[in-house]
């Protein structure tokens, strides 16, 4: 708990409380540090032990600060975990949202894509949750509308049916940058990916850069439809 509070006391815009195995009673702590704090933008906690429990404690705050950049990376706060972000998103200021390694599975992404055309999040980490392509085929319907112009899919097992419903409303979406590295693709989600990759634009105009995964993809196209 000293070094929570230590920690917290030293914080202006950011609060790094990575790696620390936050107990329910510290927990506590930081919510009521953040209730009404407008100073702190960036928040991270990964790898906090929050679990489902800790992410309600903390979501009940979350709507009456100004933080904008949310860490939760590897808590394994799973589908109903990701429910309580996904009911008090649309009421915060958080434009950059980390849930990598959490468990969330399809439920989770579900829940995710209801709320996100009515959020502020415009980078939006999924990388290692579980989702197939069941998850992302409800998942890709929110795009068009919403504000993501960074996603980053990896290590998830999309496949091609997965790459499929996604390439679908890709050039619908504001989506800059998208990194599916790890995501099972072969050829035929390549074949998907194609029209979106050749034309390398979002629906405003903004150029497409193509990550990691995206790269192969990008090179391998351009062989195929020379």
């Known amino acids: 708990m000293e070094e929570v509070m230590s920690l917290l006391s030293a914080s202006d815009a950011v609060i790094d ?3 620390i195995p936050l107990t329910s009673e510290m927990v506590q702590e930081v919510a009521r540090y953040l209730a009404g704090e407008q100073k702190t933008v960036t928040v991270v906690l990964g790898s ?24 939760l990376s590897r808590n394994m706060i799973g589908p109903k ?4 972000i996904a009911d008090i998103l649309p009421n915060t200021k958080i434009k950059c949202l980390n849930l990598w390694g959490n468990l969330i599975g399809d439920e989770g992404v579900r829940e ?32 068009g509308s ?16 997965g790459i499929r419903y996604l390439a679908q409303e890709l050039n619908l979406s504001n989506i800059a940058v998208l990194n599916l590295e790890g995501c099972g ?6 074949n998907h990916l194609a029209t979106p990759v ?9 150029r497409r850069s193509f990550v990691r995964g995206m790269d192969m993809i990008a090179s391998t196209v351009q062989q195929v439809y020379p």
């Open 185 to 190: 693709l072969k050829i035929e989600g390549i």
């Open 17 to 19: 409380l990575s790696g």
């Open 48 to 71: 906090c032990f929050l679990g489902g429990q800790g992410m309600q404690c903390l979501s009940g705050v979350l709507k009456n600060t100004g933080v904008m950049n949310l860490d």
């Open 198 to 206: 050749l034309q390398g634009v979002t629906k405003t105009g903004k």
């Open 112 to 143: 995710l894509a209801t709320v996100l055309p009515f959020s502020k999040v415009t980078l939006l980490n999924l990388r290692s949750n579980r989702i197939t392509n069941r998850g992302l085929q409800y998942f890709t319907r929110c795009l």
């Open 81 to 84: 975990g990701t429910l309580t």
């Open 146 to 161: 919403s504000s993501i112009t960074t996603i980053i899919l990896r290590n998830n097992p999309l496949g091609d049916l």
